[in-house]
């Protein structure tokens, strides 16, 4: 049983529905030549070191000047901390950026579906494993002692945010929904709104899709992520000048909707925020038309690269294993830079 079954019990959240706003972009003019600061954000490696490393090489190669990298989740396929040393030493070969912000994704909370590294036994979940020591291990990995934290990328802040339960140990009839601690939800509005005093886009990087923005996340397998959906949206539809990040669902980026503009009702902020959906180093998946979803067909492996301008944003889509570009749009910024 994989995340894509496991997701069915989910708890629903209410949320509006999303808006997707047209944007002019700020003429050629007036922007300046170079960024302020670029970097790159990629989401679901799940064991898949091989693509990793090409992914790693060809960031390198096309932003060589990169001041960070952030990881939406799904770090390793397991959370076995071997899983951990594995994806740590691939990034030792590639001689990465020195910041990566690392999001904790649903993948890192699936030990207890084995007895040992090789055995898969659901019928004993949690096989012995606690729900204490698969945090632990993240947090061994990422350097820090909580799943929410804040990165500086050339000047520019990086925000991760994470579940601080795993639902299956609180109530058997959830899984890998996501739940926010009181301290988690201040801590946002906090530092969004430290931030927007300064002038400065947020950056914000999440596993799970918000509701009803990116591709994938409309899908009744996506559709219920959050158990507090209403009050994170409240948060973020504050601000013109956040940018999220989701991965989870490995949907293509080559889809209409991987990037959104989200609207929420009762913010006072009619142009919303930008949503971006961050493709997936491991498979990816697509729309079947029926409802649901299809595994793309060849190899995949996408993500992002992100420019930082002193008035807008540039987004762009990168497939690593073809070495292209898939698409890109500017963002002009409320406030600039």
């Not at 997701?7 to 209410?14: E, I, Y």
């Not at 007036?30 to 799940?46: E, G, L, Y």
């Not at 949690?126 to 350097?143: I, K």
């Not at 961050?278 to 079947?288: E, I, K, L, P, R």
């Amino acid at each position: 049983m994989d995340r894509r079954t496991l997701l069915g019990t989910a708890a629903a959240g209410a949320v509006g529905a999303a808006t997707a706003t047209a944007l002019t972009p700020t003429p050629a003019a007036a922007r300046p030549a170079a960024p302020v600061t670029t970097f790159n954000v990629i989401s679901d490696i799940q064991g898949d070191l091989a693509d990793l490393g090409v992914a790693l090489r060809d960031m390198k190669s096309t932003n060589p000047a990169s001041a960070g990298l952030a990881v939406a989740g799904d770090i390793t396929p397991r959370g076995y901390d071997a899983e951990y040393a594995a994806v740590r030493a691939e990034f030792a070969k590639a001689s990465p950026p020195a910041t990566v912000a690392w999001a904790i994704g649903n993948h890192e909370f699936y030990v207890p579906k084995w007895r040992d590294p090789a055995t898969l036994d659901q019928a004993a979940w949690p096989n012995g494993a606690t729900e204490d020591s698969l945090f632990r291990s993240f947090y061994t990995f990422a350097g820090r002692s909580t799943v929410f934290s804040e990165h500086i990328f050339g000047g520019i802040p990086v925000l991760t945010l994470g579940t601080e339960r795993y639902m299956h140990y609180h109530d058997p009839k959830l899984w890998d929904e996501v739940w926010l601690s009181d301290t988690q939800f201040t801590w946002l509005e906090q530092r969004l709104a430290h931030w927007a005093s300064r002038r400065r886009p947020v950056m914000v990087i999440t596993h799970h899709p918000l509701p009803n923005t990116v591709s994938g996340s409309r899908n009744n397998l996506y559709l219920h992520d959050y158990l507090q959906a209403d009050r994170l949206l409240g948060i973020l539809g504050r601000y013109r000048d956040v940018f999220v990040f989701c991965g989870h669902t490995h949907w293509d980026l080559g889809l209409s909707d991987w990037y959104v503009r989200r609207v929420v009702p009762g913010t006072a902020n009619l142009d919303g925020f930008s949503v971006v959906n961050t493709g997936a180093v491991q498979t990816g998946w697509t729309d079947n038309g029926q409802g649901g979803e299809t595994a793309v067909a060849g190899t995949f492996n996408q993500g992002l690269q992100v420019e930082v301008h002193h008035d807008h944003v540039v987004l762009k889509a990168r497939d690593f294993a073809t070495r292209t570009w898939l698409k890109q749009i500017t963002v002009p910024l409320a406030t600039p830079v």
